[in-house]
């Protein structure tokens, strides 16, 4: 056993509003577990790990500790399956391990889940830059986010040349592209920062 509390599933449960219960419900066990697993009376292994983040829809690491987390960056919103990006209500500082640029003519924006692999994993953040003025072939070929109006939403993907003049494509990572699309507000990634995963110590406890 260890003595004291090694995780942080409490307080992103609490954060989402959910009880022991509810987190219980969603992963078919004892709402016991939970609580032992929150109070570092049970070993939260890599398995354990990987079910409660898919649960509470987090990326792993969120529920680590790590005092030596020296930086925090300013994440505007997550990138979900498909390539949707899911804005924030305000900036959610993260904690990465390198000292990231920041400037207010760019958003950083975070990968949930392995979807996008094997270019991005969960946790990996996209740094985009507001592209303004005429759009030109040299965004041909990057990764862009860009406003999808027959989706409703904020897509990011790999722009590309499309048959109809004044129209592009955009293909997301591993999803069916989006055909002669209009580019409305469109921002190019200019840095990716690859999210360095610390595995949970697995070690029996005396």
């Known amino acids: 056993m260890t003595g004291t509390t090694t995780n942080r599933i409490a307080a992103v449960r609490k954060a989402k509003k959910w009880s022991q219960q509810k987190l219980a419900d969603a992963l078919g066990v004892h709402w016991v577990t939970i609580s032992k697993l929150e109070r570092g009376r049970m070993q939260l292994t890599q398995d354990w790990l990987i079910s409660i983040s898919n649960a509470l829809e987090v990326p792993a690491y969120r529920l680590l500790i790590d005092e030596s987390d020296r930086y925090r960056v300013a994440v505007r919103g997550n990138i979900r399956d498909g390539g949707r990006i ?35 994993r969960d946790g990996d953040l996209l740094r985009f830059n507001l592209r303004s003025g005429r759009l030109s072939d040299v965004l041909v070929g990057r990764i862009c986010s860009m406003w999808i109006e027959e989706a409703h939403a904020v897509v990011i993907g790999v722009l590309e040349r499309s048959v109809v003049e004044g129209k592009f494509d955009l293909r997301p990572f591993n999803d069916v592209p989006l055909r002669n699309v209009e580019a409305k507000f469109i921002e190019v990634a200019v840095e990716i920062h690859i999210h360095v995963r610390k595995a949970p110590d697995t070690r029996m406890q005396p």
């Open 86 to 120: 899911e804005l924030f209500d305000k900036d959610e500082y993260v904690p990465v391990n390198d000292d990231l640029d920041e400037d207010i003519a760019s958003s950083w924006f975070m990968f949930v889940g392995d979807w996008a692999w094997p270019h991005f």
